[in-house]
């Protein structure tokens, strides 16, 4: 599923369960369970040897990842990635960092963002319109959860560049019903971000919805910034 949203030079690897017989984890790895509920086990597990499984078909052996600043993975030297994970879906994306700049996904239950103003927390006025107009068109995507998820995959692509937070008021989303795709439009202080010598105003990506699931993917190759003026 996920494999079908990125490009060549990016390898992935997902699973829709939890094994009963859950692979062995790192010691690294293991001491961030020490009082984890079987829940949180089991995803953190499965996720990471869709991890490993992505890396392996890199060329690359085992080895731990742990969360770094603000929970982002770490990956071995040279690597750049992504994982996520929901109820009843794990997966990763990994890619060799000379190849791509940075991968993020992200992958949610194909249902309505929860009342109480979480809808407008997560969505910005720019948003409402098109997402009334696909609501009422196409009734089997939960747009709103769409945009969540969109914004996640924003974030976990924004931030290995910036080491900077990104709230969800500060992306535009905007969803091709037709091609699968997504661009997000950053609002940041200083949109024209440089990062190594190219500017970063936003993301292209690309969605799914199947199986009960919404996953999005945000790939950058290496030259795939605009240059800066």
Not at 43 to 69: H, K, M, N, Y
Not at 112 to 130: D, F, I, Q
Not at 213 to 224: C, E, F, H, K, Y
Request: proline fraction near 9%; glycine fraction near 8%; include cysteine.
């Amino acid at each position: 599923m996920i494999g079908a949203l990125l490009p060549a030079g990016v390898e992935s690897a997902e699973s829709f369960h939890d094994p009963e017989d859950p692979p062995a984890l790192f010691p690294e790895e293991e001491a961030l369970l020490a009082n984890a509920v079987d829940k949180r086990r089991r995803e953190f597990t499965t996720v990471r040897a869709c991890a490993r499984t992505a890396l392996g078909r890199l060329g690359l052996a085992p080895s731990p990842i742990v969360p770094g600043q603000r929970g982002a993975p770490q990956w071995p030297a040279g690597v750049i990635g992504s994982m996520t994970h929901c109820a009843g879906y794990r997966a990763a994306a990994v890619a060799h960092a000379a190849d791509m700049l940075t991968i993020g996904l992200d992958a949610e239950p194909n249902q309505p963002l929860p009342n109480g103003g979480v809808r407008e927390l997560v969505t910005r006025p720019e948003e409402h319109g098109w997402l009334a107009r696909l609501a009422a068109e196409r009734p089997g995507v939960c747009w709103d959860r769409l945009v969540f998820s969109a914004k996640e995959s924003v974030y976990k692509a924004w931030f290995p560049l910036t080491h900077r937070w990104l709230d969800f008021e500060d992306a535009v989303i905007e969803v091709d019903a037709v091609a699968g795709t997504f661009t997000a439009r950053l609002l940041t202080p200083d949109p024209l971000l440089e990062v190594t010598g190219n500017r970063l105003s936003g993301f292209s990506g690309r969605w799914l919805a199947r199986d009960g699931l919404i996953v999005t993917a945000i790939a950058v190759p290496r030259d795939g910034l605009p240059a800066a003026a």
